[in-house]
Every structure is written in structure tokens, then in C-alpha cells.
């Protein structure tokens, strides 16, 4: 019988485990959040809340301000459970593609009003931006121990 | 989630504190939860958006990123598996810390600490601190690139001399 070695055999059962995690979470996750793929869908039960106070978090992507005030697309995420809901703002814009969006409210006639908007600080662009150098900053680090080691595996102490 | 500026920020903080020798691995494991990206770019063609936000769940949890930890270690040489290993759970540990500071914003995924044991959610409203920190790991890590090649331009001359 062949020898196998056990951290290979460790590592490979990891990743077969997070594939079944991975699997699972298509069928588990949404009862505890409330997948709800179609917007429609979402705004009906919207009335299943009716009265009661929710807290959603999300991105919106899709701003049309209309008299009752914005409606935009939430992903369906936190304690919230909806995929589109209408929110009533007072004094608080939401742009197109903003990230970071958490509203806290009560349901009332369909709609959500919403009692406390918070938009995150760090705008989209700054985000992006720090995220590019942070790929930057791990490549140049990585590489540079990686390089190092290669050529001059003597001084892999100094390293 | 908190840029990967700030990930990596962190994790070089950790690598000279606890003076680590094989700082990529640890600047790897402080990334390694947002593997998730892979599979909600993945996903969302294919199963849509609500879905691929479920998918990312799982990977994006401790427990997932553990498991992908015991994955990259035993790819990594062997004769290092278990300093690997810390070094990667080490930078996991460090990336869930920062990522439960943002509460509420980023998503679900950001908070589920426990999964897939509890669907209790912890974190700590620190969204303000998150900018500054990220400007602050901007000039650390533009200072250290700095600061090497000077030392490298110093040796040369001294060669020179």
C-alpha cells in the first residue's frame, strides 16, 4: 500500500470539506437571511413586516429618488431581507454604486422608513484605490522574500 | 470589508512584532479569507447574485479560512508545516479582527464569527477608525519600500568607495 503523507491527506480532506460547506451554503444560508433573488419578490413581503423594525446593509446600485424618496437595490445581506426595498430619506443621499450603505427603519405601508441611513466614510474610489495598493504591497513584499530566497538561499536567515 | 491595504497593513505590523522571518506567508493568510472574490466572481454569472452571496459565506468565515489554511500549509514545504500553519492562522486571525471592526456595513459574511456552528453576530461599530488606519498603513509600507531601497543605495556607494 502506498505511503501517503499526512498533511497532504489533511489538506486535501480541508478543501473537500469547504467544497461540501460551499454546496450546503446554496440551500442553508438563504433560510437565515432570506435569499430572495427576484426584486418583486422582495418588495411583497416587505408587508410581512409591517410595523416592525428592520436593519438592512447592502450596496446600492441602482438609485431612482422618486416622491416617496429612494428606491435602490440592496443586496440581500445582514439582518434585513430584501433584495429591493423603497426607503423614505430625509436629508440623506445615497449615489449610484455607493458601497457601504446600512439603513435602520420601521415598515410602514410597504415602505421602509427609514429611521437612520449610514453610508460608510471611505468613498468607492478611495476603496478601490487602497485595494489596488494593497495588491501592490503583498506582490512587492512577497516577491521580494520569494526572489531573494531563490538566488541567495544562504542568506534566507537575513531575510 | 476593510480594503486590503489595511490586511496587509496589519499583518506587516504582526510579521515585525512578532519578528517573522517568512513575512509572505503571514501577509497571505491575511488576505486568504478574500479568496471569496474568486468565488463570487464565479458564481454570480452562473447562480446569480443572491446565491454567490451565499456561496461566499462558508469561505469567508474562520472556520472555511481554517480549513484553506491546513490546505496552502501542507503546499508549502514540509519541513515547516506547523510554523506555516501558525503563520497563516496567525494572518486569518488578524484579517477577521479588522473585518469585525466595520460593523454593520460590507455584509453578512463579515460577521458570521462562529459559522457554520452559530449564526450569532459579533462586531464592533469602528468604521471611523478604518480610514485613518488605511492612510497610516498607506505611509508605513510606502516608508519601508523607501527606507530599502536607500539602504540598498547606501551599499552600492560603499561598494563604490
Known amino acids: ?159 | 470589508m476593510p480594503s486590503l491595504l489595511a490586511h496587509i497593513f496589519l499583518g506587516m505590523l504582526l510579521a515585525y512584532l512578532f519578528r517573522v522571518k517568512r513575512k509572505s506567508v503571514l501577509l497571505f493568510g491575511a488576505i486568504l479569507p478574500d479568496i471569496k472574490i474568486f468565488v463570487y466572481l464565479l458564481a454570480t454569472p452562473l447562480l446569480g447574485l443572491s446565491a454567490a452571496n451565499a456561496l461566499i459565506v462558508p469561505v469567508h468565515s474562520p472556520f472555511g479560512s481554517l480549513l484553506l489554511a491546513l490546505f496552502f500549509a501542507s503546499i508549502l514545504p514540509k519541513d515547516e508545516y506547523g510554523k506555516n500553519l501558525f503563520l497563516l492562522c496567525l494572518g486569518v486571525g488578524a484579517h477577521f479582527a479588522l473585518d469585525a471592526s466595520i460593523y454593520p456595513f460590507y455584509g453578512i459574511e463579515h460577521y458570521l464569527l462562529l459559522y457554520p456552528f452559530s449564526w450569532s453576530i459579533y462586531g464592533i461599530d469602528g468604521m471611523a477608525c478604518i480610514y485613518p488606519f488605511s492612510i497610516l498603513g498607506l505611509l508605513f509600507l510606502s516608508g519601508l519600500i523607501l527606507s530599502g531601497k536607500k539602504q540598498r543605495i547606501l551599499k552600492q556607494d560603499d561598494r563604490i568607495v
Open chain 1, 1 to 159: 500500500m502506498a505511503k501517503y503523507d499526512w498533511r497532504r491527506v489533511l489538506g486535501v480532506f480541508s478543501l473537500a470539506l469547504l467544497a461540501v460547506l460551499i454546496v450546503q451554503s446554496y440551500y442553508v444560508v438563504p433560510q437565515h437571511w432570506g435569499n430572495m433573488p427576484a426584486t418583486e419578490y422582495a418588495a411583497d413581503h416587505l408587508q410581512e413586516f409591517e410595523g416592525k423594525e428592520i436593519d438592512v446593509d447592502g450596496t446600492a446600485t441602482d438609485v431612482i429618488y422618486s416622491e416617496k424618496g429612494a428606491i435602490f437595490y440592496l443586496n440581500p445581506v445582514a439582518k434585513g431581507l430584501f433584495s429591493r426595498l423603497e426607503v423614505k430619506t430625509e436629508g440623506t443621499s445615497i449615489k449610484e454604486g455607493q458601497s457601504g450603505v446600512n439603513v435602520q427603519g420601521t415598515v410602514r405601508n410597504g415602505i421602509l422608513e427609514a429611521d437612520n441611513i449610514r453610508v460608510s466614510p471611505i468613498p468607492w474610489y478611495m476603496e478601490s484605490f487602497f485595494n489596488l495598493a494593497g495588491i501592490f504591497f503583498f506582490l512587492f513584499f512577497s516577491l521580494k522574500e520569494w526572489r531573494i530566497k531563490k538566488r541567495f538561499p544562504y542568506l534566507e536567515e537575513a531575510v
